[in-house]
């Protein structure tokens, strides 16, 4: 839309994170999107706004990003958008700042609903969103990029959890002449038996741990044939 912004984040170099920081600090670029990386530690003067476009899952975090904005006496505003699944957050953030946060519900406000009719009418597929939250593929990109960029999904894991639990990819697959795996027996634990296991058969070798031994004999170690064959050191001429 024609407004200048940079980013801050985790897999952006250390210069590219302060030439960011200076070009936001000398008004070049008045839209400084950024992690947590920035929410500490940054001394800007007048931020006028902060907006969370997700809350922090520790409310200690709200604390410090809001206070980007409203520094050295100064006013400032801080928004958050909060979705229905982020009310518990904005409570626990609210009994630790022990403030009472207004909150307007915006759901089913006209103007922003003429928003969305223009941002789908420009030719947008569909409107952007949390890939968690629709449920979707997530989107690539690096660690850094907020809880969406941690790259494609793997394919062997989007699969149908099985009756017994676990993981559809770690699954047993039939064998290559389409023989099926055997499936392992299963093991029943009884937690008052205590943790007893199935006795083995015996082996020759416990016959001759448990015999007894003589006293005042030494266990000696097996004396190690030189590689010569025993002819000794050869005399040097």
């Known amino acids: 839309d ?19 920081l200076a070009e936001f600090r000398a008004g070049t670029a008045p839209v400084l999107v950024a ?11 007048g931020v006028s706004h902060v907006v969370n476009f997700e809350l922090p899952h520790v409310p200690e975090s709200y604390v ?3 206070g ?22 904005l409570r626990d953030i609210e009994k630790v700042t022990r403030q009472k946060i207004p909150v307007a ?11 969305d009719a223009s941002i789908m009418a420009a030719g947008v597929a569909k409107k952007a969103t949390l890939p968690e939250r629709e449920g ?7 660690h850094g990029q907020g809880r969406g960029g941690r790259g494609r999904r793997n394919p062997h894991r989007d699969g149908v959890r099985p009756e017994g639990g676990g993981q559809p ?43 007894p031994r003589p006293v005042g004999e030494m266990k000696r170690r097996p004396r190690r044939r030189p590689s010569n064959g025993g002819k000794g050191y050869a005399a040097k001429g």
């Open 169 to 211: 990819h770690r699954q047993r697959r039939n064998r290559p002449g389409g023989e099926a795996a055997a499936p392992r027996p299963e093991k029943t634990y009884n937690p008052l038996a205590g943790e007893k296991t199935t006795p083995r058969e015996p082996r020759p070798s416990d016959a001759r741990q448990h015999e």
């Open 2 to 20: 024609g407004i200048t912004a940079n980013a801050i984040h985790g897999n952006k170099g250390q210069s590219q994170r302060e030439r960011a």
């Open 136 to 142: 979707g593929e997530r989107h690539e990109g690096g």
């Open 105 to 115: 519900d915006r759901r089913n406000d006209k103007q922003l609903a003429a928003l």
């Open 64 to 66: 410090h990003r809001i």
């Open 35 to 45: 992690t947590d990386i920035a929410a500490r530690g940054i001394d800007v003067d």
């Open 68 to 89: 980007r904005t409203a520094r050295a006496g100064k006013d400032g505003t801080a928004v958050s958008f909060v979705a229905g699944d982020e009310m518990k957050l």
